[in-house]
């Protein structure tokens, strides 16, 4: 078994690299957490190539107030670009670095989904290179071309459509072909945007207790903030332990989880007066201003020391990404509870306002069996919620396992009529979940 890394300085490279048929996943910033880059070796099962896109050239244009970007355009760089003719990104992930254009083959999302909803809907055209290096354009004002088992396949995925991503792609327009089948069937290369005005925004802390000894005050605010969406641009969660992440005149709180909002300033007073200002179980004096950068700095802190401790331990990421109905929320804290008592490190953090959340353990190497184990036991309770698993960071290689239970034969045989039109030579991603499954 061999790993080979190809880079590609431009489209004419890769197109060409195409041509050649060569078994290929394709890469960008490496900042995935279901891709395992530096064990690599022990997850891919034959001889593979990683393509490297991150050289190709970034632009950026706007077409009217759509953002119009190809190459290797990071979401920091995509935010500053729009920020400068006063528009704003509508949804992006965390890590800023991470390339846009392999958003859209994971489908990610982040903070901003509970005002403007998934990056899915926010995609108003893409191109995209084909098994024949051949550009191709979609739209989606085009409904997803019709196959064989199509009609099953999307009443199969209609219980999860009010989900950020459900188990599996949704294929309801033409777009949909590129957007979180994670490269599988072809290569996005440039991608036409809805952006937002770029307004004025308010950021507030909220103090709570931990989450593992007393959940009223989340509820309370979860329950009364989902009537402000639109005001409340996000809505997150940093458990007391991810301040440990942080440094001590960073921490905010102690021994207290926060929640984090994101607040157009324009409707602030609205906000302040009928949501914070009414909560029972939250005391003002524990609501607090914070400044934008320290917002955004102590976001990305928390994921990306959680990723390098899993790196310094020499463990796979061992985190979860799950969505559920709002109904069902105490009980994914609950089972979270649960996982908290086996004695292995752990913190807890996410888009708390969307019921979505990433619980992660920090395990030595002699724990990662039980952890697996507590995993098996969430994603089930998942299945019987009829939640979504993989909410925003797609499946990749580390979750393929824990997606079996969600995926039928009615999703199989799509997945392989779409792989014999699109990938007949099966050279893009050949260990993706939509035939390892």
Not at 423 to 429: A, I, N, R, S
Request: with cysteine; charged share 25%.
């Amino acid at each position: 078994m061999t790993i080979k890394t190809k880079s590609f300085q431009n489209t004419d490279e890769l197109k060409a690299h195409i041509l050649t048929q060569e078994p290929t996943f394709y890469t960008s910033s490496k900042t995935s957490t279901v891709i395992p880059y530096d064990k690599l070796s022990e997850e891919i099962k034959s001889s593979l190539t990683l393509g490297d896109l991150s050289k190709i050239p970034p632009q950026m244009t706007l077409n009217g107030d759509n953002l119009v970007l190809s190459g290797a355009v990071n979401w920091q760089d995509a935010d500053q670009f729009l920020k400068a003719n006063q528009r704003a990104i509508m949804t992006s992930p965390t890590e800023q670095l991470a390339l846009v254009l392999a958003g859209v083959a994971t489908s990610c999302t982040g903070e901003r989904c509970f005002a403007f909803g998934n990056l899915r809907k926010q995609i108003v055209r893409l191109k995209y290179l084909d098994f024949e290096g051949t550009e191709k354009e979609l739209h989606r004002s085009q409904p997803f071309p019709h196959i064989k088992g199509l009609e099953a396949y999307q009443a199969a995925f209609a219980p999860y459509a009010h989900f950020k991503n459900a188990p599996f792609p949704r294929f309801e327009t033409a777009t949909d072909l590129m957007i979180g089948t994670e490269g599988q069937l072809g290569i996005v290369t440039e991608l036409e945007l809805e952006t937002t005005p770029h307004d004025s925004v308010t950021y507030v802390f909220l103090l709570l207790p931990r989450w593992e000894e007393d959940y009223r005050a989340h509820l309370e605010v979860f329950e009364k903030v989902q009537s402000y969406r639109g005001a409340v641009i996000s809505c997150e969660l940093l458990d007391a332990n991810c301040m440990s992440f942080l440094k001590p005149e960073e921490r905010m709180g102690v021994n207290q989880d926060i929640i984090l909002m994101e607040i157009k300033a324009n409707q602030f007073e609205d906000v302040f007066d009928h949501l914070l200002n009414q909560l029972v179980h939250t005391s003002m004096e524990d609501v607090f201003e914070v400044t934008g950068h320290k917002f955004h700095q102590i976001r990305a802190s928390v994921p990306r020391a959680v990723f390098e401790e899993n790196s310094r331990m020499g463990v796979k990421k061992m985190g979860t990404d799950c969505q559920v109905k709002g109904e069902d929320f105490s009980k994914l804290l609950d089972t979270y509870r649960a996982a908290a008592k086996i004695g292995v490190r752990y913190n807890l953090f996410g888009h708390f306002g969307d019921a979505h959340l990433h619980f992660n353990f920090m395990p030595a190497p002699a724990d990662t069996a039980i952890c697996q184990k507590e995993f098996e036991h969430l994603y089930q309770k998942v299945f019987e919620w009829r939640g979504s698993p993989f909410a925003e960071h797609g499946i990749g290689l580390l979750k393929q396992k824990f997606i079996k239970s969600f995926i039928t034969d009615v999703q199989r045989d799509v997945f392989k009529e779409l792989k014999k039109i699109h990938d007949p030579k099966g050279q893009f991603f050949p260990q993706g979940f939509m035939l390892s499954v």
